[in-house]
């Protein structure tokens, strides 16, 4: 039996073919394993999930044999047998399962990745991973980089809904070598759902605090192409004192593609305008912020043995940051709210041939980014009228560009498989001061089941625009910064079997010149500096059993998940540390989801979670250290052919606990919802 291809949008994850023959990669098992236990499996040995992502074959209910799968960590897709990093795909079953409602609530639950969540429904997020910062993180939307040169705050202004995605890869750890500068401690990939099949799909979701949420999406197939467009609107009168908001996402994508050749294009709008209760300061708490957010890119593949793939891209961010919300009690010396533009546009170049010792590729990335601001940036000599506003003016800006080569060659003997490149970089922030970052990834199947890697790779992040020049009462931005560097090393083995499969990983990163923004006691600003060199030690270990193979079939299966990780710096007596040093250094996930009644099943999720470092509070101005807390989710879904009710409760137990500062988070919070898709 054949079954046909299935390439992914981003080429990120190919299920290039399923048959019955006799080197089949599960046939060294001597068993025959249900399609649903393979791709369980499969999502697992990634480290993170169990089953297989929305796709043509959700149908299919015979056995069959897994022969090859491939992933793109690296220039070139490579086969999973291959690569030696350590890679998690959260796909679309995965997260209808969950009791979240957006992007960053699906990857709160993930070990190293740390979340700090302002505000609900993805209105705003702090993301780090393995204990770096929110500006170490690269978010890229089917694989185009639409990272913020501003700041991380706006990283997670996307233009799709949660409804609207079919997977979430996350590579954890540097990969600067692969994606550029920035990608520091890690990228994460949002793949949007479209579909070689004709769908509707249509979604209302309803909750306390009048918090509301409808989506739309259509699908459609004319002969080679695929158009994909997806709306949602949502908001909510706030769980507390101004924290209301109002969400809008627009996105259309068009793919092309006959025989070697494709093409891709994609756009999207998002608007978000929220009440930023002590969002980035509790001594100023009726803050107000409005952001305005178009993304636009254009890609193409060509080629059979040699593949050409070049892109181009354009993001344009506004945004409106009022102190005092509305001008309500400001203060004699507040005289303007702050209003910024960035125009980030780039375009690049990969290049992949295979030949008699391996796969090699070659490419190269320029990307200008550019702000104007009326506290950012240099002074202009001409002040510029502010877009959509009435009598402001930008009166500084700031550009640079940034121009990235990549080398990189992928060969593999027997069970064995190395990955070795190295990423040039210049940029006009730093007067082109050219930098190296190598890297190599090697893995070796130890057996049918287990799996060893090891990784070494070096990563660069410049500084942000914030960074460098954002000023504010309380905060001086620093034009001297240097740029952060780090090295990492790390080491794992994965494991795979019916029952069970999981992995073990462990890293070690030296970083250098990492940005903090912090203020020593008695100081009233907080400052940006480099720390100078941190060392970081971390541990992760997660385990998924599937009950029905051990013959319980009222439990579908079951997730823990502990992440352990030190960092070395010990800051001098009274110095607080926005970001650098909180980090969270115990998480321990437990997730079980089991059948309730047929059709109708129950997902519980328990989060751990013990963060280091400490918050000066706004009345006594004293240090309070964060305190450990356990957070408890529920959903219930009901299936029935097209339709999907569910209702889960976020904070079931009304658990009160702060993640930010003095930011307090929601206490529980009910909500329901209805979903229904159509094949037409």
Known sequence: MMIKKFISISKTLVFTRWEHRSYAAFNTLNREVKIGMLAASYFICLGYMNTFAQ???DSITSKIRLAEVQVTAHRAPSLYSEVGRMITVIPRSEIEALPVQSVQGVLRYMMNVDVRERGPLGVQADLSLRGGSFDQVMILLNGVNITDPQTGHHNLNLPVDLNSIERIEVIEGPAARV???NAFSGAINIITATSKQNKISAGVLGGEYGLYDAGVSLNHNIGNSTSFLSASKGGSSGYVNNTDFDLMNLFYQFRYQQDHESINFQTGYTTKSFGANSFYSATFPNQYEETRTFFSSLGFETGNVIKVKPSLYWRRHHDRFELFR?????????????????DVYGGNINATFPWMLGKTSVGGELRSENIWSNNIGNELEQPLDVPGEDGVYFNKSYSRTNTSLFLEHNVKIGNFSVSGGVMANFNSGLDYRLNWFPGVDVSYWLSPRVKWLASYNQSLRMPTFTDLSYNSPI???NSDLEPEEAATIETGVKYVSPAI????NGFFRRGKNLIDWGRPEGQEEYTTTNVNEIDAFGV???ATLFPSELGLSF????DVGYAWLDQDKNPEPGYESRYVLNHVKHKLNVSIQHLIIENVTARWNFLYQDRVGAYQNSTSNNLVDYTPFWVSDLRVTWNRKNWRLFAEAANLFDKEYYDMGELARPGRWIKAGIQLKLDY
């Not at 509305?326 to 960035?342: E, I, K």
């Not at 499969?501 to 073990?504: D, P, S, V």
């Not at 439990?555 to 079951?558: F, L, R």
């Open 55 to 57: 796709t043509e074959t």
């Open 179 to 181: 994606h550029g500068p």
């Open 326 to 342: 509305d001008g309500d009690d400001a203060s004699d010396w507040y005289t303007n709210h702050n209003y910024h533009l960035t």
């Open 475 to 477: 905060h001086v931005g």
């Open 501 to 504: 499969a999981g992995h073990l």
């Open 540 to 542: 992760e270990v997660m």
């Open 555 to 558: 439990v579908n299966k079951i």
